[in-house]
């Protein structure tokens, strides 16, 4: 048998399909499908409102199923209409393929094997982004995609933007995405980590084309705007909820996590002032200069006013690990202010540390202290306005 033959039989016997999404490709798309017909035949090609002869390529592989609409809508879009056609032919799992000849039919065994083992887990192509070939949008993309994916998850991914990717359709096929363009990427990734679903990676080969005859519909402004708003939603929500979610199902277990969560934040013991005062004190002290010290000083606190310590602790959790080289760059800065002619300027790296500043402590005590109490009165005033917004709402869930 074959190593052509082996991977086939493996990929039918797995049901897994080959998703290709495209939108002007036609340079590029035949030889990709040619080569993923390599492998498998179970290929499905999403015209996301082409203007080319992407159709008329298609049809010239009989075996590839095709979904075809009129009007450009997004990579976000073709990959959700692809994931619930998938489903409704009865595949478990989707390997998603570029079109524009970046990605290589080759690496799809690596993906199978790393299914073997990871069953449950989404995979993703980890692309070497060190080459000189690399365009520097997509390097700096690639960097920042991958801090915000950690602020957001806790978890390390190599490659958080790359598009090649194995997903398991039956464990996403509930889900109500949002975006329906390159920042879906980021969405599916974020939320299915925020489920318990896996986040396994594989190396893989890439290959960008000279800047002369490169064809990208990544637009930089618009797109990394799209990205950034969503990550800041996601942050939102992961210290709003996900990050306090986890907190209390380390103390009470999944199943009475949630309801042991929103009765700390619906409790009718305490008031809603009392319960925001709480939130703003936690993050106050978790972002004090006193590292390691933040949550004594939180709960030291909350027993002065009698606060609820539950949610002076969740919140004092600004400071995990992800979010310091965050909080001390917004320090640094915030004390530039009070500083005037006698700040220094410093750039923001994953890597920054309070170690990094140390030739300049006054200014980051300066900032810091002044960031804690910004911090804490919007922390504050966020979670009076929200728990006024959808305290009955949530009431009824329960």
């Known amino acids: 048998m074959s190593h052509f033959e082996a991977i086939t039989k493996k990929v039918d016997g797995l049901k897994v399909c080959v ?15 040619t080569d993923v ?54 595949y478990d799992y989707a390997i998603t393929i570029d ?32 080459q000189a070939t690399i365009p520097g949008k997509s390097s700096f993309g690639h960097k920042f995609s991958n801090f915000w994916f950690k602020v957001e998850t806790g978890i390390n991914c190599p490659d958080t933007q790359s598009g090649f990717r194995l997903y398991p359709l039956q464990l996403l096929k509930d889900f109500k995405f949002i975006t329906r363009k ?10 299915a980590a925020w489920k318990g679903i896996a986040i396994g990676d594989v190396p893989v080969t890439v290959h960008y084309e000279p800047k002369e005859t490169r064809v990208s519909h990544f637009r930089p402004f618009q797109d990394f705007s799209r ?53 703003g004190i936690g993050v106050f002290s978790g972002i004090l200069p006193i590292w390691g010290f933040q949550i004594f000083v939180g709960l ?30 917004l320090s640094y800065k915030t004390g530039g202010f009070l500083m005037g002619g006698k700040n ?38 966020l979670t009076f306005i929200l728990l006024k917004l959808f305290k009955r709402k949530a009431v009824s869930a329960f």
Request: no cysteine; hydrophobic share 50%; net charge positive.
């Open 182 to 191: 390159y920042e879906f990427e980021i969405e599916v990734l974020v939320r």
């Open 99 to 130: 079109s524009d000849g970046q990605h290589f039919a080759k690496d799809l065994s690596a993906f199978i094997e790393r299914l073997e083992s990871m069953p449950n887990a989404i995979i993703v192509g980890s692309r070497n982004m060190d």
């Open 19 to 33: 998703i290709i999404p495209t939108y002007n490709n036609a340079g590029t798309l035949a030889g990709i499908i």
């Open 227 to 279: 990205v950034s708003i969503l990550n800041t939603f996601l942050v939102i929500i992961a210290f709003a909820y996900i990050k306090p979610r986890d907190f209390f199902r380390s103390l009470f277990g999944k199943k009475k996590s949630r309801r042991a969560l929103f009765e700390q934040l619906l409790s009718l013991n305490h008031s809603d002032q009392l319960k925001a005062v709480s939130v």
């Open 37 to 90: 017909a390599k492998y498998t035949e179970h290929i499905i090609v999403v015209n996301d409102g082409s203007t080319d002869d992407t159709g008329q390529i298609v049809q010239g592989f009989p075996f590839a199923q095709l979904i075809n609409y009129p009007v450009n809508v997004g990579k976000g879009w073709a990959l959700r209409k692809a994931f619930k056609y998938a489903v409704s032919k009865d």
């Open 300 to 329: 030291f606190l909350a027993v002065i006013f009698r606060l609820n310590k539950a949610l002076v602790v969740i919140a004092s959790n600004i400071s995990i690990p992800p979010m310091i080289p965050l909080v001390v760059f």
């Open 344 to 381: 220094t300027d410093m750039a923001f790296t994953i890597h920054l540390s309070a170690q990094s500043i140390s030739q300049h402590l006054e200014q980051y005590i300066y900032g810091s202290i002044a960031l804690a109490v910004i911090a804490g009165l919007l922390a504050a005033l």
